[in-house]
């Protein structure tokens, strides 16, 4: 039997595309660095000045970690949901210049004046913005041509198909150019799902491989596969495609999980071995509360007298208040926070969804809320081991016997203590219905499964971006 034909590639993978940003974002720091260390020491005729140069050579050392916290600011600006989003991007670059400040700030109010490059630090803060920004802008246009995608076919024309369709059409779009999509369904060969055309079944897959030079199949079929497709698929990827399942592409894209096109074994299958108790990360983690939960009882106990006052003033009852929640595998908590409500904010008892205009809010809480800070007691609860510093947000326990009758793996989001803050968190904002509890399960259910060291790093740093940008819920 002879080889099956190579199909050339065309098109950046994800990774290639997370390659390029690197390298232009690299090139524009030492640009920064460069231009700035340079400036600076002409400024200060060193340059002309032999020895004087050799002397202050030393003066270039802040600018050996200023390159790596920037890398280290925008981490998650590699992501393929946030690396091709104006917003996102624009967002991030904001975060990351804000940040950088402090170490400026650190320098020009203890360093003796002309020991430091403070002048040369706000010449590289100023020329790394202004090349990341265009820089990143010039990257989404680039990457968004059409010759740069990947050509893909879509294996299902069902709800998964036409949930991944919207994903890379509309969500996440610019990576991946869908051709076409092939189902074993007769009726609907000839029609069209949102405007992309269904070429047939398994028969036709392997020359529309070849015709449409496709470099990505995505299996997007949520039942049992039939044998004939399933060599057909094989050929294909013997061919040189790659071929993606629909919730993999749908997690790496979006970072979340798809709950609603998945099967019924899938918590036990690829879920339940994430959960590792026994690992090394685990007693880090828990180190890292222990170290930070002290800073933040620290930081509470000084700010604890002004914020007392405030809530007081602004309105009649108890400073701060304990309310029970679900911790991890539901045992419950008793979660301690700043008053930011009325006093008999649910007469009735019953638990009700806070919304950015609560009425039930009061005029120092909104603030509170936008800056976290009414959270603090709750670094009480990290100490103590009842939260963790990182994991999805502890919820009352009559919103999860409700949720779990609702939201298929609901409970799933118990199977890791509570955080501080979480994945769910930096990606989403209040919730209001039902459907916005069920897609900020699908950042948690992420979180839980992915849960790394680097992942909490990049939450920590989306956390500050919150916090400086007044965008606390």
């Not at 118990?414 to 955080?419: D, E, F, K, N, S």
């Amino acid at each position: 039997m002879a080889n099956p034909p190579s199909i050339p590639q065309s098109g950046l993978t994800l990774s290639e595309r997370q390659a390029l940003l690197f390298a232009g974002d690299l090139l524009c720091v030492l640009f920064a660095v460069g231009a700035a260390w340079i400036l600076w020491m002409g400024l200060d005729h060193t340059l002309s000045d032999p020895i004087k140069f050799f002397r202050t050579r030393d003066a270039i050392t802040p600018f050996l970690w200023l390159g790596p916290l920037w890398f280290f600011l925008i981490s998650h600006l590699y992501d393929p949901h946030a690396a091709f989003s104006r917003e996102r991007t624009l967002f991030g670059l904001e975060v990351a210049t804000a940040i950088s400040l402090v170490p400026y700030l650190v320098l020009y109010f203890f360093a003796t004046p002309g020991s430091l490059p403070r002048a040369g630090i706000v010449v590289y803060l100023l020329v790394l913005t202004g090349l990341e920004f265009g820089w990143r802008m010039l990257a989404i246009r680039l990457f968004t041509l059409p010759m740069l995608q990947r050509p893909t076919l879509i294996i299902g024309a069902g709800r998964a198909g036409t949930g991944i369709i919207r994903v890379l059409t509309r969500d996440v779009p610019g990576h991946f150019r869908v051709q076409g999509l092939i189902d074993d369904d007769p009726e609907k060969h000839g029609t069209k799902l949102n405007g992309i055309p269904i070429l047939g079944g398994w028969q036709v897959l392997r020359d529309a491989v070849c015709g449409q030079g496709i470099s990505v199949l995505v299996l997007a079929i949520t039942g049992k596969i039939r044998p004939e497709l399933f060599q057909a698929i094989l050929d294909c990827q013997e061919m040189g495609v790659e071929v993606i399942r629909m919730p993999a592409l749908y997690e790496s894209l979006l970072g979340r999980v798809p709950i609603e096109y998945l099967s019924a074994d899938w918590l036990l299958t690829s879920f339940l071995d994430s959960v590792n108790l026994y690992d090394l990360y685990s007693p880090l983690k828990r180190l890292l509360d222990i170290l930070i939960s002290l800073v933040g009882m620290a930081i509470g106990l000084i700010l604890f007298p002004i914020l007392a006052v405030i809530i007081r003033l602004d309105s009649p009852g108890p400073i701060l208040y304990q309310q029970e929640r679900s911790g991890k595998g539901g045992h419950p908590i008793g979660v301690w926070k700043y008053r930011t409500m009325v006093r008999n904010a649910e007469p009735d008892g019953e638990a009700r969804w806070a919304s950015p205009e609560d009425p039930r809010v009061t005029r120092v809480g909104k603030w509170m809320r936008r800056t976290r800070l009414d959270e603090i007691p709750q670094f009480w609860n990290v100490l103590r081991g009842d939260m963790s510093l990182i994991g999805p947000r502890p919820e009352r326990p009559e919103w999860i016997a409700q949720l779990e009758k609702q939201i298929p793996f609901y409970r799933a989001r118990l199977l890791v203590q509570p955080g501080l803050t979480g994945w769910s968190q930096v990606n989403y904002g209040y919730v209001r219905t039902v459907e916005d509890t069920a897609l900020k399960l699908e950042y948690d259910l992420y979180y839980i499964r992915h849960r790394s060291p680097i992942l909490d790093l990049k939450i920590l740093l989306r956390t500050m971006g919150t916090l400086i940008r007044f965008q606390g819920s």
